[in-house]
Structures are given as C-alpha cells and as structure tokens.
C-alpha cells in the first residue's frame, strides 16, 4: 500500500482557502474601524480608517490664525503618518487571530 505524497495537498488548500476567507472579512471589518493620529500636541487630528484611508483632518483655529502654513503642513503630514501607522498597527493585531502570529509578507 502506498501512500499518495499529495494526499495533504487537498486539506493545504483547503486550508488556505479558508484563511484567505477570513482574511477578507477582517479586512470588511476593519475599514469600518478608526484611529486617530495626532501632531503638535493635538492641534492637528487626522482619522484613518483600517483600509488605510484618511478619512478626516482637524486642525485647530489657533494654528490657522499663526499664519505659519509651513509649520501646519508639517503638522498635517506628521498627523497623518501617525494615524497611518496606528491603522496598519491594529490591522496587524487583527490578522494575528487569522495568521496565528505568523508574519506573512504582504500583509500589514
């Protein structure tokens, strides 16, 4: 009696069929998440939501009155980023129940 080598093969692929199901339906959920990134001590917010999108900026009236437009970009860049990394942050928490902590390239 000899044993088929890819007998495995087919629950493999089941398998990953089933972790690639899961994985979207994380990715459906969490685009409803947010996060918010803040700079220069909260006097500009930005929320990200966990499909990596912006989806609001808030600035403070006092840093538009400064007239300082340099000084608010830099604030609205760094905001940004923060909300950013902060969205890929809980994406990657979220997809460790898929993944069982494995890091798998491409995925947050």
């Given at each position: 009696?000899?044993?088929?080598p890819f007998g495995n093969l087919g629950n493999i692929m089941k398998q990953a069929q089933a972790m690639q199901e899961q994985m979207a339906k994380?990715?459906?959920q969490a685009a409803s998440k947010k996060v918010e990134g803040t700079a220069g001590g909260g006097m500009v917010t930005?929320?990200?939501?966990?499909a990596m999108e912006i989806v609001a900026v808030k600035i403070d009236p006092e840093v538009?009155?400064?007239?300082d437009i340099d000084m608010l970009q830099d604030l609205v860049v760094a905001?940004?980023?923060d909300a950013l990394r902060k969205a890929r942050d809980m994406m990657a928490e979220e997809?460790?129940?898929v993944t069982g902590g494995l890091k798998i390239p491409?995925?947050?």
């Open positions: 009696m000899t044993k088929n994380i990715q459906e930005v929320t990200a939501n966990g538009a009155k400064s007239g905001a940004g980023n997809m460790k129940a491409g995925l947050f």
